[in-house]
């Protein structure tokens, strides 16, 4: 196995490796697992394996959860296709950064992502590194939000487009959690930025600390918050990926948040993801 960094941020290539034989080889997911660790997102090219193999390498990082609202493969439970087609006009926007399914208590370890078939051009991929958006924050802010703590929403982001009946019973079934503004890598031990697109707000910004009237309030909260989520964006954090059919990519989900991309025009992108299961941030 070669590993090559993409960036000075996060991400690295691998080669000379199939995740089929990983998914069976104990040594070599450790290699690839220590990799990860590092580089916080791994990519790779050629990977023509069967969705079983996709997913028995992916759970070789533990179990598999599925989606509320994106479809999964019936026969392979937890591998969830994220698949765009021209046919659906009104499924064509992406996202915003985001980390994946924060609006779970326990939000995924990690993921790995698989290309059935991509535009010619376009519908790239972008990660950013938050362990490095925290480690490059200014010291008074890293104060200011070390017991910061934040609202995820499911309802407010995937169910903002659904009739309110089933708004609320998304909301149901997934209550808002809360969970800290700064995390620790519980592997690493970093400190991570964690605060993305599922954020609604602040749990305990108003306090006399912060709050000398109750106009502040609103005004604090809301630019500290649309300030911390805007640290994704920065390019120095970041490495863009262009897909490629069975192209793969690997990501720590406790360290980086991600963007699809959505400039490209009236085509197919078909995606095939296994999110792995969690721990509740500290």
Known sequence: MKVEQLSCA???????????????????????RAELLRHKVLFLRDQDISRADHVAFARRFGELEGHPVAGSDPEHPGLVRIYKSPEQPNDRYENSWHTDATWRESPPM?????CVECPPVGGDTMWANMALAYAQLPQH????IAPLRARHSIEATFGAAMPIEKRLALRAMYPD???????THPETSEKVLFVNGFVTHFTNFHTPANVRVGQDYTQGRTQLLDYLISQAAIPEYQVRWRWKPNSVAIW?????????VMDYGPCHR???????????PF
């Open 252 to 260: 720590d989900n406790r360290a980086t948040q991600h963007y699809a």
């Open 270 to 280: 078909k995606m095939e993801r296994a999110g792995i299961m969690g721990d509740k």
């Open 177 to 183: 959690p809360e969970h800290p503004v700064v995390r």
């Open 10 to 32: 996060l991400g690295a290539e691998l080669t000379g490796v199939n995740l089929a034989d990983a998914a069976r080889d104990d040594g070599l997911f450790a290699a690839i």
């Open 110 to 114: 990690g993921a790995v992502l698989r």
């Open 141 to 144: 802010v890293k104060d200011l």
